[in-house]
């Protein structure tokens, strides 16, 4: 079974563009966590969707978004970014619920100039 | 507010030895905990998860344990590796998911 992936792997911007990241989760899984890594703050909980709802969110603003589709698929956007939004994205998938594993995939490394 | 720490920031080992990581988290109304260790610019490999009904989960060289009511976890990693060298971070799920900041882990040879 093919693990969870996102693209691109790599992503150079500038200061105010916007930028869309992509995750693709393990087949069957339903749920999809978006999380912000970075040397400074750690690993940083983004936004948690299951079914295509949003089901919880962590303390970012509004600039940063997300949505899941009929698939599972997820995106994040960041909108008007900013030079503190350089980080390690990473996604994670899982069955669902709030008992099941946590699986990541191998991030996309976001740098903005 | 829940907050998640780890104990020792780094460790530095022989190859061999027996070795244990600690996790600490705040409030104790989590669904479960999870461990994971990290490579160098990579994403993160689940090691072991365990419900927070359950009070250990073992797989390999590696045993892990919870503590609820005290709020504690450790991972115990056997006979230790090189190929163990990575950070290795603890996460706690209640509301959200919450990470602790990881201990670095070198195994020398």
């Known amino acids: 079974k093919a693990g969870v992936t996102q693209t691109p792997r790599y992503l150079i911007k500038t200061r105010g563009q916007q930028v869309t990241l992509s995750c693709s989760p393990i087949s069957g899984h339903r749920s999809v966590s978006w999380y912000q890594q970075t040397p400074g703050q750690g690993l940083q909980f983004l936004f948690e969707y299951f079914s295509e709802t949003q089901r919880n969110k962590g303390n970012f603003p509004g600039r940063f978004s997300g949505r899941q589709f009929s698939n599972s698929r997820s995106e994040m956007n960041v909108s008007t970014l900013e030079l503190g939004d350089s980080a390690l994205y990473l996604c994670?998938?899982?069955?669902?619920?709030?008992?099941?594993?946590?699986?990541f995939g191998p991030g996309t490394r976001l740098t903005v100039t | 507010k829940q907050e998640v720490t780890q104990i020792p920031a780094a460790l530095s080992v022989p190859e061999g030895e027996n070795l244990v990581l600690n996790c600490s988290f705040t409030d104790s109304a989590i669904y479960n905990l999870q461990w994971f260790r990290q490579d160098p610019g990579k994403g993160l490999t689940s090691l072991l998860l365990i419900q927070s009904s359950q009070r250990e989960q073992t797989s390999g060289r590696l045993n892990a344990s919870l503590d609820k009511s005290s709020g504690r976890s450790t991972l115990y990693i056997a006979a230790s590796q090189p190929g163990d060298s990575a950070t290795y971070l603890c996460a706690v799920r209640g509301q959200n998911f919450v990470f602790g900041p990881g201990t670095r882990l070198s195994v020398l040879p």
């Open positions: 994670a998938s899982s069955l669902g619920g709030d008992q099941y594993e946590q699986y």
